[in-house]
């Protein structure tokens, strides 16, 4: 939940001062960045066994590099326009021409591909990735492994082949179809990714609760401290439903959390209207 600083914010000091952010957080820096920086945080804490992002953060190749130099696992949207290489490609040296220098990079063996190209022609699998709490979850997916170009830039704008790993696209209602890349080995089943790819779904859904059923873009405030604190009480309130929903004590029914909330409010105002009538003497009871 750490607030992202856009360059109009970080360039006027005085603003920054009027706000309150603080002097670490005053630098400018993009969005995967501030993600490194929040998981080398957390990595003392926390374990955990896979890092999910949507394409914002995983289309940028550097991202994806930091996070397997520490060692992670990862799978992450990426854009249709990623070019990839085939799995098998090689490094061919470079020749030297009849005229002209040798080129100091090596010639790929193969052609590279956008992600669409690649996955055009695969073979796409209708799969059920997990039971929905009124339906199974499912959709078309294909999959092939790849050598991402993400490698040192030999031309301008065109890289080696860098780091293996996953493609897996998803086709969707109406026939739009997404994509990812995951670092997970070549021996990953095909159920695995797709189920690995869809768990993201729970950080999306997260984030719209906090929205809409907690009021996490209800602040309205101007302060770095204010906003972080509304957001923490929001993270909390979220927290609690969800283990309401979980446990069902006290004979709660909701299988969602705004479901739960409605039991809850309606409880609420149950309360309210008991309170209200027994001040005024209408209501006489327990």
């Known amino acids: 939940m750490r607030l992202f600083l856009p360059r109009d914010w970080t360039g006027d000091l005085q603003r920054m001062k009027a706000a309150g952010v603080p002097e670490e957080h005053q630098q400018t820096q993009s969005k995967w960045a501030v993600a490194l920086e ?29 996070l397997s130099e520490r060692q992670l696992q990862w799978s992450v949207g990426i854009h249709s ?8 490609v090689q490094l061919l040296p470079s020749v030297k021409p009849v005229h002209g220098r040798r080129s100091k990079y090596p010639t790929p063996s193969q052609p590279r591909q956008t992600v669409r190209e690649t996955l055009a022609n695969a073979v796409w699998h209708q799969v059920v990735w997990r039971q929905g709490t009124k339906a199974p979850l499912s959709g078309r997916f294909a999959a092939q492994y790849v050598c991402l170009a993400d490698g040192t830039e030999y031309r301008q704008g065109q890289h080696l082949p860098g780091q293996a790993a996953w493609i897996i ?17 070549p021996e990953t089943s095909f159920e695995h990714l797709v189920e690995v790819t869809k768990r993201r779904w729970a950080c999306e859904l997260t984030h719209r609760e906090l929205k809409q059923e907690v009021g996490l873009d209800h602040f309205e ?25 979980l446990s069902q004590p006290d004979d ?35």
Request: with cysteine; glycine share 10%; aromatic share 8%.
């Open 38 to 66: 929040e998981l080398d945080r957390l990595r003392p804490q926390l374990n955990f066994g896979l890092v999910l992002a949507d394409a914002g953060y995983g289309a940028t190749a550097a991202f994806r590099q930091a």
């Open 81 to 88: 326009t990623q070019k990839v290489y085939p799995a098998d």
């Open 169 to 185: 696209g998803e086709e969707r209602r109406g026939g739009e179809r997404k994509y990812s890349a995951c670092n997970l080995p």
């Open 221 to 245: 405030g101007r302060s770095w401290r204010g906003l972080h604190h509304h957001a923490q009480l929001c993270m909390m309130a979220l927290l609690f439903l969800q283990w309401l929903r």
């Open 252 to 286: 709660l029914r909701g299988d969602s959390v705004p479901a739960i909330r409605e039991e809850l409010a309606g409880a609420v105002l149950l309360v309210r209207c008991i309170t209200c009538c027994s001040c005024t003497g209408l209501f006489s009871g327990p």
